[in-house]
């Protein structure tokens, strides 16, 4: 697969012309990949593109996947599936072992014999994740995205996760060791979570005093286990209410912390924001490489197809594995009201006006007063941004705005 991602690349050379300042490796658990692995992707790019000198480089991860990959003798089955995605972004601002449960331990040995045995498992596992976190600073990661969702065993076990809370935290410990900018991932929203304990997680996140956190309503997917649950009744239904509140919650208490919502689910302490995060909001072309992977190039948007093996054979004759959408004036106009709204410098009349014309601002106007009086939008320095009354209300204002039938 890396092969196929390297030779991708080479063969999307011309559809990059500026200066890459982030790379992503995202998409799915990019962090199964050996650092090996990263270094060789990472050589390509410098190779073909223009990179500055020091470009954000990103790498999801999870904390099973971190220990679990430097460790294989204990390494569970991992589906091939995985999507690797690195996606190369231009013209930018600035481009686990899950714990061993010993269930056989003898009649003769003491429990303490068998505290031993966890203890020596759990340095083993630190061990793993530190020479496998050097690894991946050695060749060029810069930044870490690291998947944690909860500090709670009840949470991480409804949502089907492969660490444990106590792994969660080493996890950030040890990273802080090779990384200064990192990000983890919070889910809130979780059925019978309350507002105290989800306040308690974000505590604990503050706690080891990293830069950027990013927080999101759960989602239950189609097909899975919590669906399935919910629907028998073993576990409640998900309530926006609940997810609203533990949003706002959550506002009033990084804000405290002094970090800065500079997008609807993504907070940082000053000059920690994503590169690659604020460049997609902003509207900015990225390359995405890789199964499944989507670019978008400020006019046509496209994607890979998310087949592996007919990825792979495509790729294999020099034939990329692509579909392609040419956006209109309107699609645009609207994918950028409704990126623009989820950040804290909101959407820019002038550029609304600049860019797509005078029909589309006034209508733009128009429609947004509805929202300014209900104090869910305001204006500030010819930006329309959303209020804090109104940012869990965001993608329903949004729509609001949008305009339909125009080229």
């Known amino acids: 697969m890396v092969a196929a991602i390297c030779k991708e690349l080479s063969l999307r050379k011309d559809e990059i012309n500026g200066d890459i300042a982030t790379i992503y490796f995202g998409g799915g658990t990019p962090s199964l990949l050996t650092a090996s692995e990263i270094g060789q992707i990472l050589n390509t790019i410098r190779s073909i593109y223009n990179v500055i000198a020091h470009p954000e480089i990103t790498l999801e991860a999870n904390p099973d996947d971190l220990v679990f990959q430097s460790n294989t003798q204990n390494k569970p089955n991992v589906s091939q599936s995985t999507v690797e995605d690195a996606k190369v972004s231009q013209n930018k601002p600035d481009v686990s072992l899950s714990a061993v449960e010993d269930t056989k331990a003898s009649q003769s040995k003491p429990d303490v014999s068998l505290s031993a045995v966890e203890d020596q498992q759990?340095?083993?596992?630190?061990?793993?994740l530190t020479n496998k976190l050097k690894s991946y600073k050695t060749v060029g990661i810069n930044r870490l995205s690291i998947g944690i969702q909860s500090f709670f065993e009840e949470d991480l076990k409804l949502m089907n996760r492969a660490h444990n809370a106590t792994e969660a935290a080493a996890c950030i410990h040890i990273a802080k060791q090779y990384f200064k900018n990192?990000?983890?991932?919070?889910i809130y929203g979780i059925p019978k979570m309350t507002n105290e304990r989800w306040l308690e997680n974000v505590d604990k996140a503050l706690a080891l005093e990293i830069p950027h956190l990013s927080c999101y309503a759960l989602t239950v997917e189609p097909k899975t286990a919590l669906e399935?649950?919910?629907?028998?009744?073993?576990?409640?239904?998900?309530?926006?209410?609940?997810?609203?509140?533990?949003?706002?919650?959550?506002?009033?208490?990084?804000?405290?912390?002094?970090?800065?919502?500079?997008?609807?689910?993504?907070?940082?302490?000053?000059?920690?924001?994503?590169?690659?995060?604020?460049?997609?909001?902003?509207?900015?072309?990225?390359?995405?490489?890789?199964?499944?992977?989507?670019?978008?190039?400020?006019?046509?948007?496209?994607?890979?197809?998310?087949?592996?093996?007919?990825?792979?054979?495509?790729?294999?004759?020099?034939?990329?594995?692509?579909?392609?959408?040419?956006?209109?004036?309107?699609?645009?106009?609207?994918?950028?009201?409704?990126?623009?709204?989820?950040?804290?410098?909101?959407?820019?009349?002038?550029?609304?006006?600049?860019?797509?014309?005078?029909?589309?601002?006034?209508?733009?106007?128009?429609?947004?007063?509805?929202?300014?009086?209900?104090?869910?939008?305001?204006?500030?320095?010819?930006?329309?941004?959303?209020?804090?009354?109104?940012?869990?209300?965001?993608?329903?204002?949004?729509?609001?705005?949008?305009?339909?039938?125009?080229?």
């Open 122 to 128: 759990s340095a083993q596992s630190n061990t793993a």
């Open 182 to 186: 990192i990000s983890i991932d919070l």
């Open 228 to 407: 399935n649950f919910i629907k028998k009744g073993i576990v409640p239904p998900v309530e926006d209410e609940v997810a609203q509140a533990h949003h706002s919650l959550l506002i009033e208490r990084m804000e405290a912390a002094g970090f800065e919502n500079y997008e609807f689910s993504n907070f940082s302490k000053p000059g920690w924001e994503s590169q690659n995060n604020t460049a997609y909001w902003d509207g900015k072309s990225y390359l995405g490489v890789g199964p499944s992977a989507h670019s978008y190039d400020g006019v046509q948007r496209s994607w890979n197809i998310a087949n592996n093996a007919i990825y792979l054979k495509k790729i294999a004759v020099d034939e990329l594995p692509i579909e392609r959408e040419s956006l209109s004036k309107t699609d645009r106009y609207n994918e950028y009201v409704m990126t623009g709204l989820r950040t804290k410098a909101g959407v820019s009349l002038l550029k609304i006006s600049e860019v797509f014309g005078d029909t589309f601002h006034d209508y733009f106007i128009k429609q947004m007063q509805v929202h300014v009086a209900n104090g869910l939008l305001a204006v500030a320095d010819n930006n329309v941004i959303i209020t804090k009354k109104g940012k869990f209300l965001s993608d329903g204002i949004a729509s609001d705005l949008f305009k339909l039938g125009l080229s």
